[in-house]
């Protein structure tokens, strides 16, 4: 079958889906409602949080023989002190927005609920899944979870929770997890989830490493054993879970033969009206091998410099720059002029090049 | 132009198209228009990523999928196996109600992820890189998907019908 064929065949079979009105007066209304309700509990978050730090700093000014701050946090500003979690519970979220988990959940990114046997923590870059948890169908397989809290909205600060099904399996209910959310003190920040293409799927090395330093964490990389098949990289402190800002975050590659060759160099715009010296600049990354069974994605910073690893193997390095062939729908416009091979343990350089006429 | 006026602006000129993917997710027509406007509602709330989204259709079409498995997730509770499958709707008799028809039951059965490459890179027009971004999935995954789910939907002989025109 054609791809044309195919296009015509499901515009065809939704032509007679009837039209009806968008509802936007309804949305518009429901969503001031939601703002206004987030507005309240960041004010109500903020409050508690703030008589926490404040219990916290008394507790801390009585014992001041053992205040001396960690060598490994900035500042050590005793006012920015993280809030502390209910009896075996722990804080996991997005961005400084956190709710009170079970201690000995795991944090599995990126895997949308179908990942672990036991309960979990699913978390993206803007959305977390408390409760996940692999349920028995009738059919003997296993389905979706059975419970979950989405906390979603690290752009905007706020986020909606949401509870599913059966409460009685869980100790967790909406109500506590409603309790729980708490806005960290403005010096920590939880550990960045890097999920690639666009926020979606398992973190990469590449990914996670980009996502960390992005988030302004120190990062340390070390090599460690495999884990299972949903955490090709793990780190400490965990992904979700509170940081420092600009504190130090080891991540630990589980995959080590899959990420054991580096390509590093620089994305550039060269020619234009006035050509002259090759100009660095932002964008994506593109590396894939000859039959697509590698396909990484990373972004180039300001000074277009980026670096990915890979498998030892032949590449091709393409990539897309603010501009440039984008809103053509071109997302490899840019490329480096022949194909790399790159062995394990190695670190090749390539510069990749966006031609403009 | 204010938020408000911009996210009305976006959401009208979306809706139609929002619906109708849903449809071909496999929702019916409420459940679609649910979907549309569970997702415009996350757009409106979250208006300033869809504004910086490097890719807003991307982006839109991520959350759409994104709840439409939460969607799905939470109404399994409600459901339970039979020994038999559930009656449904028969056509109405018309050829075009018909075609439809044929076209929906065999996107169903079609594994989900296939089923959803298919409908962003053939009914949405997304490129691939799109569609990968908006199913979490390497570039590589989706061709491959969009493959064999071409190569599916070739040997359906209701579809084979459809192509070569009812007689």
């Avoid at chain 1, 884990?227 to 509170?242: A, S």
């Avoid at chain 2, 009305?8 to 027509?29: I, P």
Wanted: charge should be negative; glycine fraction near 10%; proline fraction near 7%.
């Amino acid at each position: 079958m054609s791809e044309q064929t195919l296009s015509d065949l499901l515009g065809r079979s939704v032509d007679q889906v009837p039209d009806s009105q968008p509802p936007i007066a309804e949305l518009l209304r429901r969503g001031q409602a939601t703002h206004r309700r987030r507005r309240r509990a960041a004010v109500v978050g903020g409050a508690v949080a703030s008589l926490l730090v404040v219990g916290a700093l008394a507790a801390s000014l009585q014992d001041s023989d053992h205040a001396t701050p960690p060598a490994d946090r900035p500042g050590g500003d005793r006012q920015s002190s993280l809030p502390i979690p209910p009896a075996g519970m722990k804080w996991v979220g997005v961005d400084r927005t956190v709710v009170a988990v079970p201690q000995g959940w795991p944090v599995v990114p990126g895997i949308y609920c179908q990942g672990p046997t036991g309960p979990y923590v699913t978390i993206t870059q803007w959305h977390v899944a408390v409760g996940c948890r692999p349920m028995q169908s009738p059919d003997g397989g296993t389905s979706q979870d059975q419970s979950s809290v989405d906390v979603e909205g690290s752009a905007t600060g706020g986020f909606t929770a949401q509870l599913a099904g059966s409460e009685e399996s869980s100790d967790l209910t909406q109500g506590s997890l409603d309790a729980s959310r708490t806005t960290l003190p403005s010096g920590w920040l939880t550990v960045p989830s890097g999920e690639p293409y666009g926020g979606a799927g398992t973190p990469t090395l590449t990914s996670e490493i980009a996502a960390l330093e992005s988030a302004g964490f120190h990062v340390v990389r070390e090599h460690a054993a495999p884990l299972n098949r949903w955490q090709p990289v793990t780190t400490d402190p965990e992904i979700g879970t509170p940081a420092r800002r600009g504190s130090t975050v080891v991540v630990f590659d589980h995959g080590a033969a899959a990420s054991s060759a580096t390509l590093t160099g620089q994305l550039q715009w060269v020619g234009g009206p006035a050509p002259g010296s090759p100009v660095a600049h932002p964008g994506t990354v593109h590396v894939v091998n000859a039959d697509d069974s590698v396909d990484q994605t990373v972004r180039a910073g300001d000074d277009g410099r980026w670096e990915i690893y890979l498998p030892p193997g032949t590449y091709r390095v393409l990539a897309t720059s603010p501009g440039y062939g984008s809103k053509a729908g071109n997302f490899d416009a840019c490329s480096a002029s022949r194909a790399i091979t790159v062995d394990a343990g190695e670190s090749v350089a390539v510069d990749v090049f966006c031609q403009l006429m | 132009m204010d938020h408000d006026a911009e996210f009305s602006d976006y959401a009208a000129s979306r809706w139609r198209a929002l619906v109708r993917t849903g449809v071909l997710l496999g929702c019916d027509v409420a459940e679609a228009e649910d979907l549309a406007q569970q997702t415009l509602l996350r757009c409106y709330l979250k208006w300033s990523s869809v504004e910086r989204a490097a890719d807003r259709e991307a982006y839109v079409a991520r959350l759409q999928l994104n709840l439409l498995r939460q969607s799905r997730r939470r109404r399994w509770w409600g459901e339970r196996a039979t020994d038999a499958p559930p009656e449904r709707p028969t056509a109405d008799g018309t050829g075009r109600v018909d075609d439809a028809d044929a076209l929906r039951r065999a996107l169903g059965r079609l594994p989900e992820a296939q089923r959803q490459a298919v409908v962003l890179r053939h009914y949405l027009h997304l490129t691939e890189q799109q569609t990968a971004e908006a199913t979490g999935v390497a570039r590589g995954t989706v061709k491959s998907r969009l493959s064999r789910a071409l190569a599916v939907l070739a040997a359906d002989p209701d579809l084979a019908v459809l192509r070569e025109g009812r007689k």
